[in-house]
């Protein structure tokens, strides 16, 4: 065979693999970072073939919370029988646990093993109950299992976002950025700004309940990065005064020139209640919304990019004040609500 031959042999292959695969991995550490966050190590052979080509950056996963006392369902034997998900869904409730959305916050080789950690917010009543995922991570132990479902590394080989729909951080040419998010989204925001190179600046707000949930964040970028401790004020009040303080109206000047004052028509509205918040450069460009949305200005062309992530009903009310009242570009901003009060996750 040709090396050409070879590499569209390889290439074949790797465009008939699933994008996504299951793994069964088991939790190798657990450790406290505060008494919001929990991190789990986890581990398994199976790792070997988790992976995406570039940084994770805003990775994320979908882990199956098994039922307590119970095993997690055979997920990959699903994915041999078709459309998994149905599948899983099509259980019995009792036994097919619960699915949950998180962020890688590290991947780790160490010799041959991989390991993965995940930041759980521990969002606990005084009883100790809180949704199966915070419940699952606040007694998990060395040795528990879960399902994750995550990349397959040899499909999900190209470094932009939205050829593996597990990324959403893309901000194109952009040099100055707005990063904004709740404890939630804290795991997905350290991870991109570790992963930013020098030349990008801006701000990155992240808001958490206490001043001992504070991180420390290392990052080769010039972006601001402000710490808002809630200590017992409601959810979002910091972080959207944080963000109308740093792109104000009137007369928002920033590096991003003019160019993105444009617009500023109300975004159609969202429930938060019962629908999913999210609202992606991606998804805009898809040829559905192309029309509506800035016809002919394609996403990742401007110099100014903002990633929201957390509480729906705070991203939304973000989201109107940056495309309404300031007037940014939508196709410039990724809205992501991680979570809605009193609501549990879809699934
Ligand atoms: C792309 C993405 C990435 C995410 N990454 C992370 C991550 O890395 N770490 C992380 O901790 N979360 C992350 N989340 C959020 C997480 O998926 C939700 O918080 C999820 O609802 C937790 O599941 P649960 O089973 O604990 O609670 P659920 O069963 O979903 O909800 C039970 C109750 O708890 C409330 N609730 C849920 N989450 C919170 C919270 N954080 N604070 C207060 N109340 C809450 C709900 O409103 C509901 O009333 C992410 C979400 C998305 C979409």
Redesign the pocket.
Known sequence: MTEMTQRSARRTAADTEPMVLAFDVVVMAVQDLSAT?RRITFGGACLEAFGVAGDSL?L?IKLI?PPAGRECPDITAMMGRGNWYQLWLGMDAEERG?M????V?TTRRRGPHTEID????L?LDDDGR????????AAARPGDRVCMIGPNASAAQCRTAGAYGGI?WSPGLAQHVLLAG???????ISAILEALPEDISGSAFLEVPDVHDIQQIVTRSAVAITWLARRGRP?GVLLEAAVRDAVRVPGWVSLSGPDVMQGGSEPEDVDVDGT?LWETPQLLDAAIVQSTVNPGRPSGTQPFYAWI?G?AAVVRGLRRYLVRDVGVDRKQVAF??????????LA
């Not at 995940?118 to 917010?121: A, M, P, Q, Y």
Request: no cysteine.
């Open positions: 966050f805003d994320r919370i619960s949950r959305t998180y962020t916050r995940v930041d759980f917010v969002h809180g949704g199966p995922a915070s419940e699952w991570a959403e709740d404890e939630t989204a804290v795991p997905a959810h999913i992530a509480e992501m609500g991680y979570w809605r009060k009193g609501r549990a996750e």
